[in-house]
């Protein structure tokens, strides 16, 4: 029986082999680095003992099967080996696998290697929130795509999560707070999508401070990223609050600006008819028997 099937680094083209399947105790398939196109058979959902699939760097198009969380080759509900290890009759096997952002050899442990790498593809569509079940999984790879939407809100059931990378692509939207649950998360890379929104704290995620986790996300703030502080929604509000005490501020500035300009404009024209009337002697003597005139004629009118 085929278990392990490996055709990697060679120049084989065409559509993804749908025979495969036919191969139903297959448990590691690595078609990387060839120049495999077209979208990924529906046939593939038959392969439900993988516990590695590698088709990173083809020229693959369509969107990431839902089914592809029905591998039960890669749910922890039972103990995690290929099947052929059972037998004597195999000897050691060898597995390359980009885990944590280099290649890494598995040699006496690679029966425990659990791994879903579909990274440097054409693929678009939202990431399948199905892919959240594999949780025996301890690398996930899905980087250099088009894939958008959200970062699945329940990506923290993938408890074993030790490598997680989903850079290069169009995601959005917030980083949920259950990527804080992945306890044994070493390599973390998101870097260069559309995030937003403060980045999760706590757990497993405080030891990850290197700010290249994030880049190229400018919408994304918080630690550790140092110089983006988040401002909280009280911020927001004391921020309106003081905008709003200072709109008032401005407007009391005003007002008394305009009384003032209005009081020393009566002053000075006062002022000015007065320092007339102590200069001109004719017209003192002109106002003054103008008052005496007017007085009369109001006396004479209460009189009557």
């Known amino acids: 029986m085929l278990v392990v099937l490996d055709v990697g680094d060679n ?14 105790f297959l448990s590691v398939l690595i078609l990387r680095n060839n120049e495999f196109s077209g979208s990924i ?53 060898t597995l390359n696998q980009v885990m944590k952002g280099v290649e ?18 054409y693929f678009i569509g939202e990431i399948p929130s199905e892919l959240t079940r594999l949780s025996s999984l301890i ?12 970062i699945p809100a329940k990506i923290g059931n993938l408890a074993l999560l030790e490598s997680l990378d989903l850079s290069g692509n169009n995601l959005v939207g917030k980083i949920p ?16 999508n559309n995030l937003s929104g403060q980045i999760p704290t706590g757990r497993q995620l405080q ?10 996300n400018p919408q994304l703030c918080g630690p550790p990223l140092l110089l983006k502080k988040c401002h909280s929604e009280d911020e927001n509000h004391n921020d309106v609050q003081d905008d709003e005490d200072g709109d008032d501020e401005d407007e009391r500035v005003e007002t008394i ?12 024209g006062l002022w000015g008819i007065i320092g007339v009337l102590v200069i001109q002697t004719t017209w003192r003597q002109a106002l003054f028997r103008f008052a005496e005139v007017v007085g009369a004629k109001i006396l004479m009118v209460i009189n009557r």
Request: charged fraction near 15%; hydrophobic fraction near 35%; include cysteine.
């Open 11 to 24: 120049n084989l083209s065409g559509n993804l082999p749908a025979y495969l399947t036919a191969t139903r």
């Open 41 to 93: 058979p529906r046939a593939f959902c038959r392969l439900h003992k993988l516990q590695v699939m590698d088709l990173s760097n083809n020229k693959l198009t369509g969107k990431i099967p839902r089914c592809f969380g029905n591998f039960s080759g890669m749910i922890a509900d039972k103990p995690i080996g290929f099947v052929f290890y059972d037998t004597s009759e195999w000897g050691s096997v």
């Open 177 to 192: 707070d259950s990527i804080s649950d992945l306890e044994f998360l070493s390599h973390l890379n998101l870097s260069n």
């Open 139 to 150: 690398g996930l790879n899905l980087s250099h795509n088009h894939l958008g939407g959200n």
């Open 104 to 121: 890494m050899e598995y040699t006496t442990t690679s029966k425990y290697v659990v791994n879903l790498d579909l990274s440097s593809n």
């Open 257 to 268: 600006k305009f009384y003032a300009v209005l009081i020393s404009g009566y002053a000075a």
């Open 207 to 216: 030891t990850l401070e290197d700010p290249g986790i994030y880049a190229g």
